[in-house]
């Protein structure tokens, strides 16, 4: 009789699977822990806390963890608010916070119930990273709220790291600008991240209201635990929903929301979760989209494709 694996433990396998390799992923809190407290310090790695909050870093982080705030890879440009900096700015903030080619990266935030959002930088973060080349990188699963429940080791002593080096070849290719999303192909899946009333134009945030034409509706918290949002749900636990969604192996599928930070969480699980070959990140999203009045916006949903 043959015997097939729990979902669940492959993800898992999947998951320890990648760290070994130094891929883009996800990993475990007590992996993580063992990784920091390396006996060789060469193979330790570079510990990310990419909270907003500077209060927050300091009333207790992750061991050794370096704080970068994901707000100072941001800043407004052309009227434009929290757009992504130029790379000359972005390069030399990077390599202050000891981002470096030869190294592994954790990167977390806390966020375990909506509408706390944190989850969001530390995506956001592991995004810019990705596009500056850096390819050994892991996201702590369940971030910081699920380190302190396993009992985990916090500091609030602080950690600076030597400055790093970055890849000479970054991935440029994975950001799109509005003129890739307009210009898109027609098979390719447009779908927006943010909540399903943002999407529909029922808010009090946007200037204008609605979504770009044509895209699909697919909230990224939809890919997490209910009771930690910081925590990764297997793939085989939302496929069908996104399958349901349009959101296929098989797709070119370009992601927006309102300022990138939700839809680089929707890109992070396609690509790097369910292994999605084809997923790219409109970083303008809706506030650059929006403030574009030439462009058109609808508010209907559209079905999947």
Known sequence: MTRFAHPAA????????????????????????????????????????????????????LPTAHHLNFDTLRGTDKGVPVQYLPDDLT??????????????????????????????SASMVAYVLEKFGVDDLRIVDGGLPEWQKQKRPTTQEYFGNPKGALPEK????????????????????LVDARPKNEYL?????W?????????????????????????????????????????????????????????????????????YPNVRLYEGSWKEYAAMKELPAETNENAAR
């Open 170 to 189: 970054g991935k440029p290719e994975i950001a799109l600008t509005v003129k890739d999303v307009v210009g898109r192909k027609k098979d390719a899946v």
């Open 207 to 275: 200037l204008r209201k609605g979504h770009i034409p044509g895209a699909v509706s697919f909230h990224w918290a939809r890919l997490m635990g209910k009771d930690n949002t910081h925590k990764f749900l297997p793939f085989e636990q939302v496929k069908a929903e996104l399958e349901a969604a349009g959101l296929t192996a098989d797709k070119e599928i370009l992601v927006y929301c309102g300022t990138s930070r939700e839809g680089s969480l929707l890109r992070f699980y396609l690509r790097h979760v369910a292994k």
């Open 91 to 120: 390069k030399a903030l990077l390599v202050r916070a000891g981002v470096d080619k030869n190294r592994t990266h954790l990167v977390y935030a806390t966020g375990d119930k909506l509408p706390n959002d944190e989850i969001l």
């Open 10 to 61: 492959v993800w898992l396998v999947a998951v320890v699977a990648a760290a070994a390799a130094g891929e883009i992923g996800v990993i475990s809190p007590a992996d993580a822990q063992k990784l920091i407290e390396d006996a060789d310090p060469a193979k330790r790695p570079v510990v990310l806390d990419t909270r907003g909050g500077y209060k927050d870093y300091f009333r207790g982080h």
């Open 201 to 205: 134009g029922d808010d009090d945030v």
